[in-house]
C-alpha cells in the first residue's frame, strides 16, 4: 500500500535545538530526538495510527527493547501498539512497526526482523514502512506463519481481528505471443506495469527478448531440470523469490528472481538467481544511456550481491534471423579479466572460452522461450556456473590464493 502522501500530509512535532542538533520534541517519549531520515518516518508513522487509525496515545510506544520483555533479547521496536486486556487489568502488545528511511526497499529481510520482535512479544500483527509503502500482516497460528492482509487495518479492526487475507493463487502466466513480442506498444506497456525489464534505450530486438526471458523466468510450470556437472549440480528450480541484490557501485536491483538451489564444486549449497532488468540512465554521463541488464545474483549468509550484471545490449549478438550469441570478456570491477578466463578455462564445464571472451550461449529467439527447452536451459546452466566461477575469483582475492 503507497502512504507517502497520507504520512506526509501529517504534521511532524516541533523542532528545537540541542547541543548544536535539531531534534524533535518527542510527545510519546516525552523527550528530544535527533532529526535524522528513519526517526522522522517514526514519528509521521505513530502520529497516523494515533490520528488516522483511531490507537489511543497511551497505547503507542517507541523504540522499546526487547530486553524489557525478554532478558537477555537484543534489538529495539521502532513502534508498538497495545491492547487493554480488562479482566486483568493490564496492556500487552498487539502490533508491532518496524520502520525505514525512505531509501530502505521492503525485503524480506525487513519483515524478518519484525517478525522476530513480534514472536518475543507474542504480538499479532507486524507492521513494515518505509514511509513511502505500508504492508501489514497477521500471524496465523495454524500454519505458524504470517499472512499479508489487503489494507491497514484501524485499531478497533485489529482488535476485533476483522480483516480479509487475500487470496494468492499460483496461476498459469499468460505469456505474450510471438505477434505481441514484436509489438513495442505492447513492449512499453509490459515494461511499465512493474519492474522495468528493460532499457528505455534498448533496442526494439532487445526489448522483444527481454520480455520473453522475463516471461520464461516466471513462468513456474516450466522447471530448469535438474542436472550434474562437473563444477555444480543443480539440485531444485526452487521458482520465484522477492529479492534485494545490490552491486559494487551502490546500486539495488529488487523484484522476482527465479532462484535456483546448487551444489558447488567444494560441496558448498548455494542459492543462484537470474532476473532482468531495464537499467536507467546515468544523469550524471549524458553518454551513458539506459540499457538491458541480465542478472545473475548470489545469496551469502550475510550479504548477498549481483556476480553477473551482464549488459545485453552490449555484449549480446543479435542476427536478423533471430539467433542471438551471448559472450562476455570475463571483466570483474577493477579485477583483471585473465583471472576470469583463466579460471574459466582451468575448471569450466558448461563454458567455454574464445577470441570473444567467454561463450554463454546461443538462443533462438523468434520462439517462446522455456526453462526446460533445451536450449534455454544450456544457457541457465552456463549463466549459473559463470556466477560460480566468477564468486571464485572473488574469493581467491580476498584469500589472496593464486589461481
Not at 505500508?134 to 484501524?154: F, G, K, P, R, T
Not at 543462484?272 to 548470489?298: C, K, P, Q
Not at 533471430?322 to 571483466?331: A, D, E, L
Request: aromatic share 12%; charged share 30%.
Amino acid at each position: 500500500m503507497i502512504i507517502k502522501e497520507k504520512l506526509k500530509s501529517i504534521a511532524l512535532p516541533d523542532i528545537y535545538m540541542r547541543e548544536g542538533k535539531e531534534c524533535y520534541y518527542d510527545t510519546y517519549r516525552k523527550k528530544l530526538i535527533e532529526i535524522t531520515p528513519e526517526e522522522t518516518v517514526r514519528q509521521r508513522v505513530a502520529a497516523y495510527f494515533e490520528k488516522e487509525c483511531g490507537v489511543p496515545k497511551e497505547m503507542i510506544e517507541l523504540e522499546v527493547p526487547m530486553s524489557y520483555y525478554v532478558t537477555g533479547a537484543t534489538g529495539r521496536a521502532d513502534i508498538i501498539i497495545h491492547a487493554y486486556d480488562v479482566e486483568n487489568d493490564c496492556i500487552y502488545p498487539i502490533a508491532i512497526i518496524e520502520c525505514k528511511k525512505e531509501d530502505v526497499l521492503l525485503t524480506a529481510r525487513v519483515a524478518d526482523q519484525a517478525i522476530r520482535y513480534c514472536d518475543i512479544l507474542c504480538g499479532k500483527y507486524i507492521i513494515i514502512t518505509n514511509g513511502i509503502e505500508m504492508l501489514m500482516y497477521v500471524y496465523q497460528e495454524d500454519s505458524n506463519s504470517y499472512a499479508i492482509i489487503n489494507e491497514i487495518l484501524a485499531y478497533r479492526k485489529m482488535l476485533t481481528d476483522d480483516y480479509i487475507i487475500p487470496e494468492f493463487k499460483t496461476e498459469k502466466i499468460l505469456r505474450m505471443s510471438m505477434d505481441e513480442l514484436k509489438n513495442q506498444k505492447l513492449l512499453i506497456d509490459y515494461n511499465e506495469q512493474g519492474t522495468w525489464v528493460f532499457g528505455e534505450d534498448s533496442s526494439s530486438e532487445v526489448r522483444s527478448f527481454a520480455v520473453n526471458f522475463d516471461q520464461a523466468l516466471l513462468d513456474i510450470e516450466h522447471k530448469l531440470p535438474v542436472k550434474k556437472f562437473k563444477t555444480f549440480e543443480l539440485l531444485e528450480d526452487i521458482g520465484q523469490r522477492f529479492m534485494d541484490y545490490g552491486n559494487a557501485g551502490g546500486g539495488h536491483f529488487y523484484g522476482i528472481y527465479r532462484s535456483f538451489l546448487v551444489k558447488d564444486r567444494f560441496c558448498e549449497t548455494q542459492i543462484v538467481s537470474i532476473n532482468i532488468f531495464g537499467t536507467a540512465s546515468d544523469f550524471h554521463d549524458e553518454h551513458r544511456g539506459s540499457y538491458t541488464s541480465l542478472m545473475v545474483s548470489i545469496d551469502r549468509l550475510k550479504t548477498s550481491h549481483n556476480s553477473l550484471q551482464y549488459n545485453v545490449d552490449k555484449y549480446a549478438q543479435f542476427s536478423p534471423d533471430g539467433i542471438v550469441k551471448f559472450t562476455h570478456n570475463g571483466k570483474i570491477g577493477n579485477f583483471k579479466s585473465a583471472d576470469v578466463m583463466n579460471k574459466v578455462k582451468k575448471y569450466g564445464d558448461c563454458l567455454n572460452v574464445s577470441d570473444k571472451g567467454v561463450e554463454l550461449g546461443i538462443l533462438h529467439i523468434n520462439k517462446l522461450l522455456f526453462l526446460d527447452d533445451k536450449e534455454v536451459s544450456e544457457f541457465v546452466y552456463k549463466l549459473i556456473e559463470y556466477a560460480l566461477l566468477r564468486e571464485e575469483v572473488r574469493r581467491d582475492k580476498r584469500n589472496k590464493v593464486r589461481i
